[in-house]
């Protein structure tokens, strides 16, 4: 097993285990952000404000369906966790068999609803009509990639669930370099515009998806012969009722974030581009906090296999100090610097770019003080799922939404542009809120 990377977390210090295997998600966040970034750098300058405001009118209708994909693969690792911590291997074989048979479907008909739906989504939203254009070519290209994404998703999914989460971090590693590469040959060699951008980040995600794919068929205890991809129906169930609420729960918080872009879409392109800047940097502000609520997912499903509820206790403690730590850290470096960050994503010819600059750093300033919600948000729900208690996950999503929800409208009809910065604050506060209380009462009734 240690040359296979994969790791047995139901033993050892909580501390040691958890830092070491968030290292690597920590690392892989920050790649994929990484590129992100390098997306909207490439296009904000190479290709013009215009474009860069183009993908962030995109950003929240294209993570519904990512974050959907995202949800499927950690919700059917949960199984995986379960059987991999009780040492039921057979059942564990089976179920990373169905996950992957799961995933090829679900992610075929994500991509073909996807490209059906691009043009129209954004209409609903009232896309500015300067950006219109490049938004639906960026998003459709995209949404017909979301196949490769699901793969992905699955492929790493189950290698963490098995305690491995250096194997995804070498895998973003080289998609990574492959992204900012090919956008550099296809944004500013080839002109290929922002279809470029979103070309090179699916032909870089196929490479990882292929990297991991290929280490899993090499996991001895993953072995399979023909009948072994025989449906099991019983397991086929266990995770479609693991997958479909994990899915749904993501996709609710995006459709928040959409009714987020509808109200800042009414405020005009200066607002959008300036949340577009903004947010490109919102996965490097959260990317320890899923590093430790990912570690604590699989901790968390790994000892509850194993039934052992004092391990997940300090485990808890453990996440919610280094979050604490980090959220503190992080937010003070974008505090100090965010305004010499920003200016990377803005193009300085552009006559608008004063005024785009203030509006992202405002958001920025905003978020960074705020962000041990965020932290302890993302811990608490990946404990909870971790638990199997993926409908109370769920509810927390609904909460985010009616919040974001209810602080759009207001902005749009009585608030003003000035509530735009708070949106996002309420919804991470009152889901925090709700996930925490919820922790403790499942804590207090667990049997195992």
Same mark, same amino acid.
């Given at each position: /097993?240690?040359?296979?990377?994969?790791?047995?977390?139901?033993?050892?210090?909580?501390?040691?285990?958890?830092?070491?295997? /968030?290292?690597?998600?920590?690392?892989?966040?920050?790649?994929?952000?990484?590129?992100?970034?390098?997306?909207?750098?490439?296009?904000?300058?190479?290709?013009?404000?215009?474009?860069?405001?183009?993908?962030?009118?995109?950003?929240?209708?294209?993570?519904?369906?990512?974050?959907?994909?995202?949800? #499927?693969?950690?919700?059917?690792?949960?199984?995986?966790?379960?059987? #991999?911590?009780?040492?039921?291997?057979?059942?564990?074989?089976?179920?990373?068999?169905? =996950?992957?048979?799961? =995933?090829?479907?679900?992610?075929?008909?994500?991509?073909?609803?996807?490209?059906?739906?691009?043009?129209?989504?954004?209409?609903?939203?009232?896309?500015?009509?300067?950006?219109?254009?490049?938004?639906?070519?960026?998003?459709?290209?995209?949404?017909?990639?979301?196949?490769?994404?699901?793969?992905?998703?699955?492929?790493?999914?189950?290698?963490?669930?098995?305690?491995? =989460?250096?194997?995804?971090?070498?895998?973003?590693?080289?998609?990574?370099?492959?992204?900012?590469?090919?956008?550099?040959?296809?944004?500013?060699?080839?002109?290929?515009?922002?279809?470029?951008?979103?070309?090179?980040?699916?032909?870089?995600?196929?490479?990882?998806?292929?990297?991991?794919?290929?280490?899993?068929?090499?996991?001895?205890?993953?072995?399979?012969?023909?009948?072994?991809?025989?449906?099991?129906?019983?397991?086929?169930?266990?995770?479609?009722?693991?997958?479909?609420?994990?899915?749904?729960? $993501?996709?609710?918080?995006?459709?928040?974030?959409?009714?987020?872009?509808?109200?800042?879409?009414?405020?005009? #392109?200066?607002?959008?581009?300036?949340?577009?800047?903004?947010?490109?940097?919102?996965?490097?502000?959260?990317?320890?906090?899923?590093?430790?609520?990912?570690?604590?997912?699989?901790?968390?499903?790994?000892?509850?296999?194993?039934?052992?509820?004092?391990?997940?206790?300090?485990?808890?403690?453990?996440?919610?100090?280094?979050?604490?730590?980090?959220?503190?850290?992080?937010?003070?470096?974008?505090?100090?610097?965010?305004?010499?960050?920003?200016?990377? #994503?803005?193009?300085?010819?552009?006559?608008?770019?004063?005024?785009?600059?203030?509006?992202?750093?405002?958001?920025?300033?905003?978020?960074?003080? /705020?962000?041990?919600?965020?932290?302890?948000?993302?811990? $608490?729900?990946?404990?909870?799922?971790?638990?199997?208690? *993926?409908?109370?996950?769920?509810?927390?999503?609904?909460?985010?939404?009616?919040?974001?929800?209810?602080?759009?409208?207001?902005?749009?009809?009585?608030?003003?542009?000035?509530?735009?910065?708070?949106?996002?604050?309420?919804?991470?506060?009152?889901?925090? *809120?709700?996930?925490?209380?919820?922790?403790?009462? *499942?804590?207090?009734?667990?049997?195992?």
């Amino acid at each position: /097993m240690k040359k296979e990377r994969i790791h047995d977390m139901t033993t050892g210090d909580p501390k040691k285990l958890i830092f070491k295997f /968030m290292l690597p998600l920590m690392g892989g966040n920050f790649l994929q952000q990484l590129y992100t970034v390098a997306d909207a750098m490439i296009v904000g300058k190479g290709v013009g404000v215009t474009a860069l405001a183009a993908i962030g009118a995109t950003d929240w209708i294209y993570w519904f369906m990512m974050w959907a994909a995202f949800g #499927f693969g950690q919700g059917f690792s949960v199984l995986i966790t379960f059987y #991999f911590g009780a040492k039921e291997y057979d059942q564990l074989k089976k179920s990373v068999n169905m =996950s992957i048979i799961l =995933s090829i479907a679900t992610g075929a008909v994500l991509a073909l609803i996807g490209i059906c739906a691009a043009g129209p989504i954004l209409s609903l939203l009232n896309t500015p009509d300067n950006i219109f254009g490049y938004a639906k070519t960026y998003v459709t290209i995209m949404y017909a990639g979301i196949f490769v994404v699901m793969m992905y998703n699955i492929a790493a999914c189950i290698l963490r669930a098995l305690g491995d =989460s250096s194997t995804p971090f070498i895998a973003l590693l080289i998609s990574s370099l492959s992204n900012i590469g090919l956008d550099l040959l296809f944004i500013l060699a080839f002109k290929w515009g922002i279809g470029g951008a979103a070309v090179a980040t699916i032909v870089a995600q196929t490479v990882s998806c292929i990297y991991c794919f290929n280490k899993i068929r090499k996991i001895s205890i993953l072995k399979s012969e023909k009948e072994d991809w025989k449906l099991d129906k019983p397991i086929l169930r266990q995770l479609w009722r693991k997958g479909l609420p994990s899915a749904f729960q $993501y996709a609710i918080i995006a459709i928040g974030g959409i009714v987020v872009q509808y109200a800042l879409n009414t405020l005009g #392109f200066i607002y959008v581009a300036g949340f577009t800047a903004t947010n490109k940097l919102y996965g490097v502000l959260e990317a320890i906090s899923l590093a430790v609520g990912n570690a604590m997912m699989v901790y968390t499903g790994q000892n509850y296999g194993a039934g052992s509820k004092e391990r997940i206790k300090k485990g808890t403690r453990v996440a919610l100090i280094l979050g604490a730590v980090a959220s503190v850290s992080i937010g003070v470096i974008m505090i100090l610097f965010g305004k010499n960050i920003l200016l990377l #994503f803005i193009s300085a010819e552009a006559e608008v770019a004063g005024q785009v600059l203030d509006i992202a750093y405002k958001y920025l300033f905003i978020m960074s003080i /705020m962000l041990f919600a965020l932290y302890a948000l993302n811990t $608490y729900r990946n404990i909870l799922m971790g638990l199997g208690k *993926v409908w109370i996950a769920v509810t927390a999503g609904v909460v985010e939404l009616i919040l974001r929800a209810v602080m759009a409208v207001l902005v749009v009809t009585i608030i003003g542009a000035a509530g735009i910065y708070f949106v996002e604050i309420a919804a991470w506060l009152g889901a925090a *809120v709700l996930l925490f209380a919820a922790y403790c009462v *499942v804590m207090r009734k667990l049997e195992i």
